[in-house]
């Protein structure tokens, strides 16, 4: 019987039936593919980790060209609309210039009626050699104990590939995208995304123009339990240069005739920050947020054990002893870290020397409501006032190197109720909303420019070993991770268009 035969109420009722493809979400079938696919989406892996690009090797430039071809011409292949995209030159100490690896760019799906989400990530990675303690060949993926061995692996090699494979799924079942995805990966993120910010200001009004949120993978969870993250900490880098005499001294010669700038240094470093972690620079943490009730609440119930915190780490005691108060200075305090002194003597063995001049390099980590170049003032203003007590001959320098804004999302904002929601389908549970103690300077970049708001959703393990030897991403997360990302087009795709 041909359909027009139908009568008339059942018709209605057929067409009231028969599911819209944006609502009926084959999850089961989605997550069966990944399943049966994830041999494929480690070998890529290992093909992505086998490049040593490596950014802030200059002699590693060529692996990172080499990366972002590799990035389009994967993008492409799968049909996307991919640009690569100049951004430049790369200025090096001596004056000579090497290009920019290019920033990839690619669209699937430019449907109107659909939200967009914009996908960054980045594929340069941190140096690693084996014999820095690696128990594996750094760029040979290698899978031990279901954990899959590799520098890049997890920061972000993998959490980029399973935001493609999650397009990649969609296309391969047939399935309507629920939303349309664009991807923005670079190759000098960890070397400080030298020629992004400007390349996102350039393409706001072309590029960005039809994002409504963009999406961060570049972090990891806390603990065994999934997590969303909604803050960063800033960073303000900063160089305090004492210098004295013309050139280095002999110690035995001229000891006790000059005033020495190594202890001119040392003396003002002793002024940042007391034993007990106090920050000792006027104005720094009036300018920090109160920690409300609700925020410590939150604290309160996250999935995180000190003890196995001190053991990873190696010490055996921590600045506080409870899991909030190490939390919140983990997340929403400043503290301050002192990393060296360049033109100290530091190689093994003793040298009798009076060092000319001396750069101490240290940081300032920033949250919510602190402003860099407020911060920038009130250290040198420290720093000189505390240095004159002194009286001393010498000459000091204090300059602001970085200058790195805090990031922090609503986490009621719709954005993130569609992450539990996804975070619920695919790991059953309700994840922790956590903050990052490191800086994401593209989070707040994207923000300031694009107007957009943004989630950061991370699969990266706890104890993946970001820029560290033996870094690792669990299968688990890696096959887990695609699946979320899956799982999350589809409740984007519900919500009201901003």
């Not at 030159?89 to 001596?94: F, G, K, M």
């Not at 969303?228 to 010669?253: I, M, W």
């Not at 920033?366 to 007590?389: E, G, H, I, R």
């Amino acid at each position: 019987m041909t359909i027009w035969q139908l009568p008339s109420v059942l018709l209605v009722f057929i067409s009231s039936v028969s599911p819209h493809p944006h609502h009926l979400f084959e999850y089961d079938e989605l997550s069966q593919y990944v399943d049966s696919h994830q041999e494929e989406y480690v070998q890529t892996l290992r093909d992505w980790v086998a490049v040593e690009s490596d950014s802030s090797d200059v002699l590693r430039r060529p692996d990172c060209h080499r990366m972002m071809d590799m990035t389009a011409e994967k993008l492409q292949a799968m049909g996307g609309k991919v640009e690569l995209v100049d951004i430049g030159v790369q200025e090096l100490p001596d004056g000579k210039t090497v290009a920019l690896p290019k920033v990839v760019t690619a669209q699937f799906g430019s449907d109107p009626n659909k939200q967009t989400v914009c996908v960054y990530g980045h594929v340069d990675v941190q140096p690693a050699k084996l014999e820095d303690g690696w128990a594996t060949e750094p760029y040979n993926l290698t899978d031990i104990n279901g954990n899959l061995y590799g520098r890049g692996a997890s920061d972000n090699k993998a959490p980029v590939l399973a935001w493609i494979h999650t397009v990649e799924v969609y296309q391969a079942l047939n399935i309507d995208l629920p939303v349309n995805v664009k991807f923005i990966i670079e190759g000098m993120e960890e070397t400080g995304s030298n020629g992004l910010d400007a390349m996102i200001v350039a393409q706001r009004d072309t590029f960005f123009s039809d994002v409504d949120y963009i999406i961060i993978s570049d972090c990891g969870w806390l603990s065994q339990r999934p997590a969303l993250t909604y803050g960063t900490r800033g960073n303000c880098y900063f160089f305090a240069e004492v210098e004295g005499p013309k050139q280095d001294l002999h110690s035995g010669v001229y000891g006790g005739t000059v005033i020495e700038p190594m202890t001119d240094l040392i003396g003002i470093l002793d002024t940042l920050i007391s034993p007990s972690g106090k920050i000792l620079i006027p104005g720094i943490r009036e300018a920090v947020a109160p920690l409300s009730d609700e925020e410590w609440k939150m604290y309160q119930d996250i999935e995180f054990d000190i003890e196995s915190f001190k053991s990873k780490i190696g010490v055996s005691q921590l600045m506080y002893s409870n899991k909030v108060d190490l939390l919140a200075h983990r997340w929403r305090y400043p503290t301050v870290t002192i990393h060296g002194i360049e033109g100290a003597f530091s190689g093994p063995g003793t040298k009798t020397v009076i060092p000319a001049k001396v750069i101490a390099k240290f940081s300032i980590r920033q949250v919510p409501n602190m402003d860099p170049a407020v911060v920038k003032k009130q250290v040198t203003d420290y720093l000189y006032s505390v240095f004159a007590k002194r009286k001393s001959p010498n000459k000091l320098k204090v300059t602001m190197i970085i200058g790195a804004k805090p990031w922090l999302a609503d986490t009621k904002h719709p954005l993130y109720e569609a992450g539990k929601a996804a975070m619920k389908r695919v790991f059953n549970v309700e994840p922790d909303m956590i903050r990052e103690g490191g800086t994401i300077p593209i989070a707040k970049t994207f923000e300031d420019v694009t107007g957009k708001s943004i989630i950061m959703m991370p699969i990266g393990g706890f104890d993946d070993g970001l820029h560290s030897q033996n870094e690792k991403m669990s299968r688990y997360n890696y096959i887990e991770g695609t699946k979320l990302f899956i799982a999350y087009l589809h409740e984007v795709a519900h919500l009201k268009k901003d």
